[in-house]
């Protein structure tokens, strides 16, 4: 199971791809920080000019210049309403709320990941108990057409041994059809087809002592629920950097610049200038207003989702405690099921051979027993599932927490690489 899970985590598409996303969101926090450094701009031109001018009673005067130059341009803005210092503080927000869903989305794959396995040896298991079935009433068939040429039973009996071997063939297809989707959704999950698959175990010893402390510890630190978080924080932000649009912008330009033939043949001139500029909004038509209010409604929205994910989570805690709690309770009903089914059928056949039960009995015994078999590995499968369920529901779920035997993904380590860039169109790992 846990080289399962560690190749999961490795090697999932989905799980990749989120990975990635996280990336993607690290660089707006390079891209909010460039609105405190300059900005450095390099022109140059050249062009041609002829001039004819008239002059009374002085005659013609032409003259052709070849106008060019090139110059330097630095723009620094000063104040711009703290819009800067909040679109980094969002963008920050952002970061950490894609950390959370990262966490999540690693939650989901590892869930997966263990319940594909658990459904292969489910499955797998169930399809040998059915082949084993299968063989026993051939054997029951052939016994029954003895009997009956032997003028002990009838055709009756016969029949019923021969549809019972029927429908136990019918179940064993419908099994190894079950088993093949399993296989797929194993290797869709884990990325490797199954080999040789040792027993799970429950993860029982991770989870909290109790329902009260696993709902304390899902609303206080369950991936969802922080991502949320993380989006009020990422929204608040957002009204500051709209309402920054309302407040006056203050930079400085310097500026130099060398110039050919501007004025006369073979003239040569350097200038060289610091200006300063203050831009104040009066009035825009609306539109900032209309898009600050709409950022103050965004925000209520993200505050309400939270709640909806409290909730969410909360339920889901409950449900999957639940379920876990029932898992146990009812592999031993299944194991006593299977020891009661398995004490009747050797009772019936003995029975059966004093005459004193019919072969009908016999069969309905046999099928008791494939299904409490059945009924019990399923039971197994569940209390697996279920306890990796409840760890995921609660938001613990995770590589370190299983202690797997794989390099941990450091998602702050692409923050840092790109956070201070100042220049370079490489990603850190050298695309």
């Known amino acids: 199971m846990d080289a399962a899970l560690a190749r999961a985590y490795v090697s999932n598409p989905t799980l990749n791809a989120e990975r990635a996303s996280v990336r993607v969101t690290n660089e707006s ?3 909010a920080l460039s609105g405190y450094r300059p900005r450095i701009t390099a ?18 005067s032409t003259s052709r210049l070849g106008p060019r130059g090139a110059g330097v341009q630095i723009d620094q803005t000063l104040f711009d309403g703290g819009k800067t210092r909040s679109a ?5 927000s ?12 690693e939650q989901n794959v590892l869930l997966d990941a263990a319940t594909s396995y658990m459904n292969v040896l489910r499955d797998t298991a169930i399809l040998t108990l059915n082949r084993n079935n299968v063989e026993v009433l051939d054997e029951q068939v052939r016994q029954t057409r003895g009997r009956f040429e032997a003028g002990e039973v009838t055709t009756t009996d016969v029949a019923q041994s021969q549809a019972r071997l029927s429908q136990a063939q019918s179940q064993a297809i419908l099994a190894e059809s079950n088993l093949k989707t399993s296989i797929a959704r194993y290797r869709q999950n884990v990325g490797a087809e199954p080999r040789q698959l040792a027993p799970g175990r429950p993860v029982e010893s991770l989870l909290p002592k109790s329902l009260p402390a696993a709902l304390n510890a899902a609303l206080a630190s369950h991936p969802v629920i922080i991502a949320s978080l993380h989006g009020v924080d990422a929204a608040e932000f957002q009204i500051k950097v709209t309402q920054a649009d309302l407040y006056p912008v203050l930079s400085v330009r310097g500026l130099v610049q060398q110039r050919y033939d501007e004025e006369a043949f073979g003239d040569k001139v350097r200038s060289a200038g610091v200006f300063g ?16 209010r709409q950022a103050k409604e965004t925000a209520g929205q993200r505050r309400i989702e939270v709640d909806t994910q409290r909730d969410t989570v909360r339920a889901a805690v409950v449900s999957a405690w639940g379920s876990n709690e029932a898992a146990k309770a009812q592999i031993a009903a299944a194991q006593s099921q299977v020891r009661a089914a398995e004490t009747a059928l050797s009772g019936v056949r003995e029975e059966a051979k004093a005459g004193q039960r019919t072969t009908l009995d016999v069969l309905n015994a046999q099928q008791e027993l494939v299904i409490a078999r059945s009924s019990l590995v399923t039971a197994q499968r569940d209390r697996v599932v279920a306890s990796y369920t409840a760890l995921s529901a609660i938001g613990r779920l995770s590589a370190e927490t299983l202690g797997l035997k ?12 790109v956070k ?3 220049w370079g169109t490489q990603t850190p790992d050298g695309r």
């Open 29 to 31: 926090v390079p891209q």
């Open 43 to 60: 022109s140059a031109d050249i062009g041609a000019s002829i001039t004819d001018a008239r002059i009374p009673g002085g005659g013609n």
């Open 88 to 92: 980094v503080s969002q963008a920050e």
């Open 94 to 105: 952002q970061v950490l709320g894609a950390r959370a869903v990262l966490r999540n989305i």
């Open 277 to 292: 500029t203050l831009t104040i909004p009066i009035y825009e038509g609306g539109q900032v207003y209309s898009r600050t």
């Open 406 to 417: 794989t390099e941990i993904y450091n998602s702050r380590r692409h923050y840092d690489q």
């Open 420 to 422: 201070g860039l100042l």
